[in-house]
């Protein structure tokens, strides 16, 4: 085997189960540089995916005889016993016609021939137009592998305690946002406000790289009410009490905005933007807002923060400092009498926005949110609308692709009459891809937006703007956060479930629903909230009409509000031109902030390495039986906004024939 050329021993390792290619890599370095062939597990990526089993699915279909699957099913309802004559038929359908001598004529060599070559150049367009990878774009597609098909895992960032004792002590994450490394790539440290008011920082970077081999650990934590005003108050209890409400009274997901170079947040609240020196953990600047902040815009370098309140989207400058307040009068005014002549803002027509991205290539701002499209805004030109784009379906989440957006009129299987080239000249052009996930008519909605990049002139939104929308297999519930993942992309929807498609937003690659990854004792402190009459956990009934099983605990259906993965999915290398960067396809693990105020690290292909210390804090927590009272009023409201969304849906079906 020494002897052997290595294209020889790779042509050999093709033939190989995927299980067998993992042990072969042990053998030696040379078996493992072998193994780790990108060509050899990019066909392994493609011949596991749905997309292709699909395709063989339909060809069998069409290949198989009408009167040959008319006659075979017709034995196949024939007794057990069976006669000699139906073997014989089953024989001559699964052989065909034998000649006489046994042997081919030079027709049937030639007709297996073209038959072969067909079969390769289909398999060829087939996995030219899977392929999710652009021109020039470096994939690992072994680590693709793993994060397509290998086991998943959440761990469990430890959350502090609060100062107080009682049912007070636990406390509850409001966002999330990252620090990148100076790679200006790699998730280094983790930065989320509290209920309490207060801000932490734990170490999310790589195992290997993680201080102290501890990944996870908890590295700091600002004082109690830093972020709601109220860290001066002598009575502490009370102080706890009032930041509570405070920090979840407006519920923006989009709340934290992180600035890597210079080690600074920005953190919203109410109407308040606090920016936060992440050094020292002390607040810097605190500005204030005429409305409530419902979205902010990623602090990248180079382009300022834009914030979005309810009814107004501003340019946050950084560099002034001095104690601002916006005149509410004014701009109330401004809402109802039009707009100012030298105004620094603008004006929404409809309240809500929930997400606001910035182009750095275009100069170009995106705000999308409850309202039914997607307004374009310049930052040369602010605060001038310069366009929108109609969607019709309620934005929680945008995201951007540095990719150009590839049409679907230019799918391969689709469209037998589109050639390889018009594929791959799509895929070399200039442009990046706006991710959007929302709500239409109660289901998931995932929409992908073409977007060119202009440096001279600002792109000006029109109905022939090309663009995707996916709302009928993407869920049966609101999608609420999506992002790219390595050469796929990832959302979450209202029942849980993590999904990853390919780039094209409509193949599904897998699925995972985070609620099976909360540990047994999360769930068993929680079924003692339940004292009602009305509910046995033990019961062999459902809860309600649309109970999922018999033993389902209702209220304990967690959501994902926010996907942030571990590697920027587009760095700055990338944002300052719009060419291919290998950077932007490279898988990684995820941090999750849950809807019940957990933080989370989900990993693929071996255990997540804080799980363990999650499992021992949840079950040294006694805090949970002094708050016996406030966790019964939690879990009334939910099971009663459960019921009402189990009477929306059963209303929604009435009339059609199916629930």
């Given at each position: 085997?020494?002897?052997?050329?290595?294209?020889?021993?790779?042509?050999?390792?093709?033939?190989?189960?995927?299980?067998?290619?993992?042990?072969?890599?042990?053998?030696?370095?040379?078996?493992?540089?072998?193994?780790?062939?990108?060509?050899?597990?990019?066909?392994?990526?493609?011949?596991?995916?749905?997309?292709?089993?699909?395709?063989?699915?339909?060809?069998?279909?069409?290949?198989?005889?009408?009167?040959?699957?008319?006659?075979?099913?017709?034995?196949?309802?024939?007794?057990?016993?069976?006669?000699?004559?139906?073997?014989?038929?089953?024989?001559?359908?699964?052989?065909?016609?034998?000649?006489?001598?046994?042997?081919?004529?030079?027709?049937?060599?030639?007709?297996?021939?073209?038959?072969?070559?067909?079969?390769?150049?289909?398999?060829?367009?087939?996995?030219?137009?899977?392929?999710?990878?652009?021109?020039?774009?470096?994939?690992?597609?072994?680590?693709?592998?793993?994060?397509?098909?290998?086991?998943?895992?959440?761990?469990?960032?430890?959350?502090?305690?609060?100062?107080?004792?009682?049912?007070?002590?636990?406390?509850?994450?409001?966002?999330?946002?990252?620090?990148?490394?100076?790679?200006?790539?790699?998730?280094?440290?983790?930065?989320?406000?509290?209920?309490?008011?207060?801000?932490?920082?734990?170490?999310?970077?790589?195992?290997?790289?993680?201080?102290?081999?501890?990944?996870?650990?908890?590295?700091?934590?600002?004082?109690?009410?830093?972020?709601?005003?109220?860290?001066?108050?002598?009575?502490?209890?009370?102080?706890?009490?009032?930041?509570?409400?405070?920090?979840?009274?407006?519920?923006?997901?989009?709340?934290?905005?992180?600035?890597?170079?210079?080690?600074?947040?920005?953190?919203?609240?109410?109407?308040?933007?606090?920016?936060?020196?992440?050094?020292?953990?002390?607040?810097?600047?605190?500005?204030?807002?005429?409305?409530?902040?419902?979205?902010?815009?990623?602090?990248?370098?180079?382009?300022?923060?834009?914030?979005?309140?309810?009814?107004?989207?501003?340019?946050?400058?950084?560099?002034?400092?001095?104690?601002?307040?916006?005149?509410?009068?004014?701009?109330?005014?401004?809402?109802?009498?039009?707009?100012?002549?030298?105004?620094?803002?603008?004006?929404?027509?409809?309240?809500?926005?929930?997400?606001?991205?910035?182009?750095?290539?275009?100069?170009?701002?995106?705000?999308?949110?409850?309202?039914?499209?997607?307004?374009?805004?310049?930052?040369?030109?602010?605060p001038r609308l310069l366009g929108t784009l109609h969607s019709g379906a309620r934005i929680t989440c945008l995201s951007v692709l540095q990719r150009p957006y590839v049409p679907r009129t230019l799918d391969l299987l689709?469209?037998?009459?589109?050639?390889?080239?018009?594929?791959?000249?799509?895929?070399?052009?200039?442009?990046?891809?706006?991710?959007?996930?929302?709500?239409?008519?109660?289901?998931?909605?995932?929409?992908?937006?073409?977007?060119?990049?202009?440096?001279?002139?600002?792109?000006?939104?029109?109905?022939?703007?090309?663009?995707?929308?996916?709302?009928?297999?993407?869920?049966?519930?609101?999608?609420?956060?999506?992002t790219p993942h390595g050469t796929r992309l990832l959302f979450s929807d209202g029942d849980g479930n993590l999904k990853w498609v390919e780039r094209d937003g409509s193949s599904l690659v897998r699925t995972f629903n985070?609620?099976?990854?909360?540990?047994?004792?999360?769930?068993?402190?929680?079924?003692?909230?339940?004292?009602?009459?009305?509910?046995?956990?033990?019961?062999?009934?459902?809860?309600?009409?649309?109970?999922?099983?018999?033993?389902?605990?209702?209220?304990?259906?967690?959501?994902?509000?926010?996907?942030?993965?571990?590697?920027?999915?587009?760095?700055?290398?990338?944002?300052?031109?719009?060419?291919?960067?290998?950077?932007?396809?490279?898988?990684?693990?995820?941090?999750?902030?849950?809807?019940?105020?957990?933080?989370?690290?989900?990993?693929?292909?071996?255990?997540?390495?804080?799980?363990?210390?999650?499992?021992?804090?949840?079950?040294?927590?006694?805090?949970?039986?002094?708050?016996?009272?406030?966790?019964?009023?939690?879990?009334?409201?939910?099971?009663?906004?459960?019921?009402?969304?189990?009477?929306?849906?059963?209303?929604?079906?009435?009339?059609?024939?199916?629930?």
């Open positions: 085997m020494d002897q052997l050329p290595p294209e020889i021993l790779l042509n050999i390792i093709t033939f190989l189960q995927v299980k067998d290619i993992l042990h072969v890599q042990s053998l030696s370095r040379r078996f493992l540089a072998l193994s780790r062939d990108s060509n050899l597990w990019k066909i392994e990526c493609f011949t596991h995916s749905r997309a292709e089993a699909q395709r063989q699915r339909q060809q069998l279909i069409q290949a198989q005889d009408a009167n040959l699957a008319a006659l075979r099913e017709a034995v196949g309802a024939l007794p057990v016993q069976r006669t000699s004559r139906s073997v014989v038929v089953e024989a001559v359908g699964d052989s065909g016609e034998v000649g006489q001598d046994g042997r081919a004529s030079d027709v049937e060599r030639e007709k297996a021939r073209t038959a072969a070559r067909m079969k390769a150049r289909e398999q060829l367009r087939a996995l030219t137009n899977w392929d999710p990878s652009y021109h020039g774009e470096s994939v690992d597609w072994y680590q693709e592998y793993i994060h397509r098909h290998a086991p998943i895992s959440v761990g469990w960032l430890q959350l502090p305690s609060s100062i107080g004792g009682g049912e007070r002590d636990w406390v509850e994450a409001t966002g999330i946002g990252v620090i990148r490394a100076d790679d200006g790539e790699t998730a280094a440290i983790a930065v989320a406000p509290l209920n309490d008011g207060s801000v932490c920082v734990w170490d999310v970077a790589p195992y290997e790289k993680a201080t102290y081999g501890q990944q996870g650990r908890l590295l700091g934590k600002s004082p109690t009410g830093l972020l709601s005003g109220r860290a001066q108050q002598a009575d502490v209890t009370k102080a706890i009490d009032q930041s509570k409400t405070i920090m979840t009274e407006t519920g923006a997901v989009e709340c934290v905005s992180v600035d890597s170079r210079l080690r600074k947040a920005y953190f919203a609240v109410q109407n308040t933007l606090n920016e936060v020196d992440l050094n020292t953990l002390q607040l810097v600047h605190r500005e204030t807002y005429p409305f409530p902040i419902t979205a902010l815009s990623a602090a990248d370098q180079g382009s300022p923060v834009t914030v979005g309140t309810n009814w107004t989207i501003h340019v946050h400058d950084p560099r002034n400092k001095r104690a601002t307040s916006f005149t509410d009068t004014s701009i109330r005014c401004e809402l109802i009498g039009g707009s100012a002549p030298s105004t620094s803002h603008a004006s929404l027509a409809q309240p809500g926005p929930l997400s606001i991205q910035n182009l750095q290539t275009s100069n170009s701002i995106w705000v999308a949110g409850r309202f039914t499209s997607l307004l374009s805004y310049d930052r040369r030109f602010f689709r469209n037998p009459n589109v050639s390889l080239g018009a594929l791959q000249a799509a895929k070399v052009g200039a442009g990046v891809t706006l991710v959007a996930a929302g709500e239409y008519k109660g289901k998931g909605s995932l929409e992908l937006y073409g977007i060119p990049t202009h440096s001279s002139s600002a792109f000006k939104p029109t109905a022939q703007t090309m663009q995707y929308q996916n709302r009928q297999t993407a869920s049966g519930s609101k999608l609420l956060s999506v985070i609620n099976s990854a909360i540990p047994d004792d999360t769930r068993a402190l929680h079924a003692n909230d339940y004292r009602s009459d009305t509910y046995n956990p033990h019961s062999n009934h459902p809860y309600n009409l649309f109970a999922g099983t018999a033993d389902e605990l209702p209220g304990q259906g967690d959501i994902v509000q926010k996907l942030i993965p571990t590697l920027d999915p587009c760095p700055l290398s990338s944002r300052a031109s719009s060419s291919n960067s290998s950077s932007c396809s490279k898988p990684s693990d995820v941090l999750l902030w849950t809807g019940d105020g957990r933080l989370g690290l989900l990993s693929f292909g071996h255990e997540s390495k804080i799980v363990k210390e999650a499992v021992e804090r949840v079950e040294s927590t006694e805090e949970r039986a002094r708050g016996d009272a406030e966790r019964q009023h939690s879990m009334a409201m939910r099971r009663a906004l459960e019921r009402q969304a189990d009477e929306v849906r059963f209303v929604r079906g009435l009339g059609m024939g199916y629930m």
